[in-house]
């Protein structure tokens, strides 16, 4: 008998990359308890309780992740020195470990999110003229902010098999076409072009290495310089590993370094493939024209910096932090952990699909996305009447979260009109925290909105009590909920 012979076969389930180390126990509520806290809430679920839910808080991917005993451990490594903490030369060596630009070749600022990378960057952008435009396959929400309200103008050149339900295996690529007309068109207006991995606002979709090679190339042939959001830098690789066909056989931290090589610049939350709670950056590469074109760049980024977050080394994060990610990112370009992260998701999403759940597909890396208008076909529903909302309140009261990114969250109220104005997209975002979750809470989230499709009928409109005419409104509305008509 040869033992090795004797266990050839496959297996319908396969073991996460890892195992608990600590866990957390759920408090104990009631239904009534949830209504209670709901109401008190608005129905906005930014203002629920987190500890009323039970395992499935799928509100964001973002400063969510579970820590690995590593990480924990390295945390007690990290000094807190005012300057140039132990951490930080750490997080150095990480970044050119990992991304594989070279310390000499990297002006590194840190931040204590990704946001406030992208308002150090854009605030010195905005200054270099007048109309100015930043064209990208899918600006994240922050990101647009943050361009529009240095008064620029953030355009997205989204793919348009995008909206299709067709299969693309890169639906996040920016599209190229559009970008060349408008380099040909408005290039004197064009400082930058900004390209994010994965695609969070499309869906959280990749991106190919080929799309940016050739979005390269033509930043090259206009002479502008290329920054990436690398937010999902790791998963983005995956998906290049596993859908590109040249790169099949490549090891992700070489598609990373490939990825890297191709930019004079990135923005970057590493609160999610930083695998880490919190902590944000912006890398500028020493040899990029944008240095040579705009001589005051890099120091007014350092004013900019202490400014707003403190000395350069630690940028508003404590040195625990910083060591968290120069560990976390060592472990999110290993194939066993993406493999785990990955498959975890779309065993998630094919399950909703499998039951009638109409769902974006092919599935993205961080999150799965509900399509509101589908879900409500056949009913009374119409987008105004933010059923996306409805649904996501409603399944507060099964201790589930989940994020409204469509008709509310992404349209507005035309005060003149008296009337709202809808995004082109309407979905409801479940967005999977890293390393947190084991399947069976997924599939508990998944079998609340299965049943709640079923009864879609009945599903009532979330009335807009407060905020409707607000910015970013999603974050700060009220709502009640009213009988549909
Ligand atoms: C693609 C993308 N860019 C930027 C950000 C902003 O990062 P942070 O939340 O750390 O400010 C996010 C956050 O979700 C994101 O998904």
């Not at 009631?30 to 499935?56: I, T």
Request: include cysteine.
């Amino acid at each position: 008998m040869d033992p090795i012979q004797l266990i050839q076969f496959d297996t319908a389930h396969q073991p996460r990359a890892y195992v608990n180390s600590s866990v957390r126990f759920h408090h104990i509520f009631s239904d009534a308890d949830r209504l209670q806290a709901a109401k008190k809430a608005g129905w906005n679920v930014f203002q629920f309780p987190s500890e009323m839910l039970l395992g499935g808080d799928l509100l964001s991917d973002s400063g969510t992740t579970t820590l690995t005993a590593e990480q924990v451990a390295a945390m007690f490594l990290g000094d807190e020195a005012y300057g140039s903490n132990y951490g930080y030369f750490k997080l150095l060596e990480s970044f050119a470990e990992v991304f594989g630009i070279p310390q000499e070749e990297s002006e590194v600022f840190l931040f204590h999110q990704g946001r406030a990378a992208e308002h150090a960057l854009f605030t010195q952008v905005g200054k270099w003229g007048k109309g100015m435009i930043i064209p990208g396959n899918g600006h994240f929400d922050t990101t647009q902010a943050n361009i529009e309200c240095n008064q620029m103008t953030a355009v997205d050149l989204f793919l348009p098999e995008l909206k299709k339900s067709d299969y693309h295996p890169f639906k996040g690529n920016m599209d190229l076409e559009r970008l060349e007309a408008l380099l040909k068109e408005k290039g004197d207006h064009i400082p930058m072009v900004y390209l994010t991995i994965t695609n969070n606002t499309g869906g959280g979709q990749p991106v190919s290495l080929e799309n940016i090679r050739a979005v390269r190339k033509l930043c090259d042939e206009y002479g502008k310089p290329l920054f990436l959001d690398v937010c999902r830098f790791a998963e983005n690789a995956w998906f290049i590993k596993n859908r590109e066909e040249q790169y099949k056989n490549t090891p992700i931290p070489e598609i990373v370094h490939e990825t890297f090589a191709l930019c004079d610049g990135f923005t970057v939350s590493l609160k999610k493939d930083g695998l880490t709670n919190m902590g944000g950056a912006l890398l500028i590469k020493r040899s990029s024209r944008i240095i040579k074109e705009h001589e005051a760049l890099l120091n007014d980024l350092r004013d900019h910096q202490i400014l707003t977050e403190g000395h350069p080394t630690y940028g508003g994060m404590t040195g625990r932090d910083i060591m968290v990610i120069a560990e976390g990112l060592r472990t999110v370009v290993k194939e066993e952990y993406l493999n785990s992260r990955i498959g975890q998701v779309h065993a998630f999403g094919e399950y909703l699909e499998k039951n009638n759940v109409p769902v974006l597909t092919p599935f993205g890396g961080h999150a799965v996305y509900i399509d509101v208008n589908r879900f409500f076909e056949g009913t009374k529903h119409k987008p105004e009447d933010f059923g996306g909302v409805a649904l996501t309140a409603l399944l507060l009261l099964k201790g589930v979260r989940l994020c409204e990114l469509g008709a509310f969250a992404f349209g507005h109220w035309d005060k003149e009109q008296q009337k709202e104005v809808l995004p082109s997209n309407n979905f409801v975002r479940c967005a999977v925290p890293r390393n947190k979750y084991e399947i069976q809470d997924l599939l508990y989230v998944a079998d609340c909105v299965i049943e709640l499709h079923k009864k879609r009928h009945e599903i009532p409109r979330a009335v807009p009590v407060h905020g409707r005419e607000l910015t970013l409104r999603h974050f700060k509305a009220r709502f009640e909920l009213g009988e549909i008509k």
